[in-house]
């Protein structure tokens, strides 16, 4: 796990007046960062362009060029000029070496490091940057950003295009604007440079998390005397599409769940074997799941009453989100995990009257939203689902960042559920059922071999098994 932080403007300024680092021995460090980077990974003679900005970011790149050049082919292009105080100091190191800027853009380079704008960038780009932008990222050659995508504004939204990194190498720390939605096409591979110190001095405090694959935690059984008993038993809701409801279960009986059962108000043909069913709760149950495919018209009367009256761990999702009535779950159940996608999420702040928004607008500030809707539920740990999955509660977000376009499949959803709901029947925390769930469904979606476009609902369920 990761820190994350909005910006680094503070952290730089801690540097200065703390370890007595300067503005100009950061910049050295982090142009090294990128030096080291392309020797490692491209080796000499490379023919590598530079395209720089009017400020610090340009500077980084201009300093950049000092050091590759005498080893490489460099070609730097400085189309606003060197304006900053430290980019005409490196631009004037870099005359008295020999290089100078070129005023056009060449066809072809191995290597194209974008050095244009950084994290600062507060207004859309003008026709001239969106131009060139566009050259760039036709280019045929391994794209690398300084700090962050040229295009990117400090939430991680284009403005209105991006460049596109296949390795992005921040400065010092991670940053909010590289784990957008909209920034996951653009960042590539991130990497974090140091900056003249270890970032466990440079980085302060967050509220803000980057989760790791390593962070994954299988709920393994160690115990050799257990019994099914021992790992609990979920309820999950089946309402107007009841196939929903069988992924959801067949999941989290894959995941560790002791005995699953679907609630039903009639009888479900051709169920699995392992799953069970009811028209109530039964009494052994240790956590409830409902909400996919429940339907809109959806008033499970006597199912929410008990689930009220026995504070059930609660797993809640799609369908829920339009209904008026799950305010009274959310204020009357301690431990709930609320799992929508943004378009669900816009209605349940909606129904909820926290705010009419679009989902246009959830999506320039997901973490702005989570923390919002926290505010208003601090008991509920929220889930909002998309590229970069981010969990949240009681003021602490957690972003997932390892999700792949394999799960932009029908039931995708429906397969989370299963693996949260299953660790809120084990007795986990909602917190960490949340997290770990998350986790458990972007690596299997990481470790399927299949086309990336071939995924379904069903390998998904079948790659639990080799999740330890």
């Given at each position: 796990m990761e820190?994350?932080?909005?910006?680094?403007?503070d952290l730089d300024r801690r540097c200065y007046e703390k370890f007595g680092l300067s503005e100009e021995i950061l910049m050295e460090h982090a142009a090294e960062a990128m030096h080291r980077y392309i020797r490692d990974h491209e080796g000499p003679k490379a023919s590598?362009?530079?395209?720089?900005?009017?400020?610090?970011?340009?500077?980084d790149g201009i300093t950049l060029a000092r050091l590759l050049h005498g080893d490489f082919d460099v070609t730097l292009h400085l189309p606003y000029g060197a304006k900053s105080p430290m980019a005409r100091l490196q631009y004037d190191r870099l005359l008295n070496i020999g290089l100078e800027a070129t005023d056009t853009l060449p066809s072809r380079a191995d290597i194209v490091v974008d050095a244009l704008f950084g994290a600062g960038l507060s207004k859309p780009l003008d026709t001239r940057a969106i131009e060139l932008i566009d050259r760039l990222n036709h280019m045929r050659a391994h794209k690398i950003a300084c700090d962050i995508p040229s295009g990117l504004d400090p939430l991680g939204n284009p403005h209105p295009v991006a460049f596109e990194a296949d390795v992005t190498i921040t400065m010092g720390a991670l940053k909010k604007g590289l784990f957008s939605d909209y920034a996951k096409g653009c960042v590539g591979r991130v990497e974090v440079a140091d900056l003249g110190v270890s970032r466990r001095f440079y980085e302060g405090h967050t509220d803000t998390f980057v989760l790791e694959a390593s962070d994954f935690n299988p709920p393994l059984r160690t115990n050799p005397a257990a019994h099914k008993g021992h790992f609990g038993h979920?309820?999950?809701?089946?309402?107007?599409?009841?196939?929903?409801?069988?992924?959801?279960?067949?999941?989290?009986?894959?995941?560790?769940?002791?005995?699953?059962?679907?609630?039903?108000?009639?009888?479900?043909?051709?169920?699995?074997?392992?799953?069970m069913q009811s028209g109530s709760v039964p009494e052994s149950?240790?956590?409830?799941?409902m909400?996919?495919?429940?339907?809109?018209?959806?008033?499970?009367?006597?199912?929410?009453?008990?689930?009220?009256?026995?504070?059930?761990?609660?797993?809640?999702?799609?369908?829920?989100?339009?209904?008026?009535?799950?305010?009274?779950l959310l204020k009357g159940c301690s431990k709930t995990v609320l799992t929508p996608h943004p378009k669900e999420f816009a209605a349940l702040l909606k129904t909820l009257a926290i705010d009419d928004v679009s989902v246009s607008e959830i999506q320039k500030d997901r973490f702005g939203w989570a923390k919002r809707f926290c505010d208003a539920y601090p008991d509920t740990v929220l889930v909002l689902k998309g590229a970069n999955t981010i969990v949240a509660h009681r003021g602490l977000l957690y972003v997932?960042?390892?999700?792949?376009?394999?799960?932009?499949?029908?039931?995708s959803g429906d397969i989370l559920s299963g693996l949260i709901g299953s660790l809120l029947a084990q007795g986990y925390?909602?917190?960490?059922?949340?997290?770990q769930g998350s986790l458990?469904?972007?690596?299997?979606?990481?470790?399927?071999?299949?086309?990336?476009?071939?995924?379904?609902a069903e390998d998904l369920i079948e790659g639990i098994r080799w999740l330890a």
């Amino acid at each position: 796990m990761e820190k994350l932080f909005d910006h680094c403007y503070d952290l730089d300024r801690r540097c200065y007046e703390k370890f007595g680092l300067s503005e100009e021995i950061l910049m050295e460090h982090a142009a090294e960062a990128m030096h080291r980077y392309i020797r490692d990974h491209e080796g000499p003679k490379a023919s590598v362009l530079i395209v720089a900005g009017p400020g610090n970011n340009g500077a980084d790149g201009i300093t950049l060029a000092r050091l590759l050049h005498g080893d490489f082919d460099v070609t730097l292009h400085l189309p606003y000029g060197a304006k900053s105080p430290m980019a005409r100091l490196q631009y004037d190191r870099l005359l008295n070496i020999g290089l100078e800027a070129t005023d056009t853009l060449p066809s072809r380079a191995d290597i194209v490091v974008d050095a244009l704008f950084g994290a600062g960038l507060s207004k859309p780009l003008d026709t001239r940057a969106i131009e060139l932008i566009d050259r760039l990222n036709h280019m045929r050659a391994h794209k690398i950003a300084c700090d962050i995508p040229s295009g990117l504004d400090p939430l991680g939204n284009p403005h209105p295009v991006a460049f596109e990194a296949d390795v992005t190498i921040t400065m010092g720390a991670l940053k909010k604007g590289l784990f957008s939605d909209y920034a996951k096409g653009c960042v590539g591979r991130v990497e974090v440079a140091d900056l003249g110190v270890s970032r466990r001095f440079y980085e302060g405090h967050t509220d803000t998390f980057v989760l790791e694959a390593s962070d994954f935690n299988p709920p393994l059984r160690t115990n050799p005397a257990a019994h099914k008993g021992h790992f609990g038993h979920l309820c999950v809701v089946s309402g107007a599409k009841g196939g929903a409801a069988v992924l959801c279960g067949m999941a989290a009986l894959r995941f560790g769940s002791g005995l699953v059962t679907l609630l039903s108000e009639r009888h479900m043909e051709h169920l699995p074997y392992s799953l069970m069913q009811s028209g109530s709760v039964p009494e052994s149950a240790t956590a409830v799941a409902m909400g996919m495919g429940l339907g809109y018209e959806y008033d499970p009367i006597l199912i929410k009453s008990t689930i009220l009256e026995r504070d059930f761990p609660l797993l809640l999702d799609a369908d829920i989100c339009y209904l008026p009535w799950v305010e009274s779950l959310l204020k009357g159940c301690s431990k709930t995990v609320l799992t929508p996608h943004p378009k669900e999420f816009a209605a349940l702040l909606k129904t909820l009257a926290i705010d009419d928004v679009s989902v246009s607008e959830i999506q320039k500030d997901r973490f702005g939203w989570a923390k919002r809707f926290c505010d208003a539920y601090p008991d509920t740990v929220l889930v909002l689902k998309g590229a970069n999955t981010i969990v949240a509660h009681r003021g602490l977000l957690y972003v997932n960042p390892l999700g792949t376009p394999v799960l932009s499949q029908a039931g995708s959803g429906d397969i989370l559920s299963g693996l949260i709901g299953s660790l809120l029947a084990q007795g986990y925390t909602p917190l960490n059922a949340a997290i770990q769930g998350s986790l458990a469904h972007t690596l299997l979606a990481r470790r399927y071999e299949g086309a990336n476009f071939s995924a379904t609902a069903e390998d998904l369920i079948e790659g639990i098994r080799w999740l330890a």
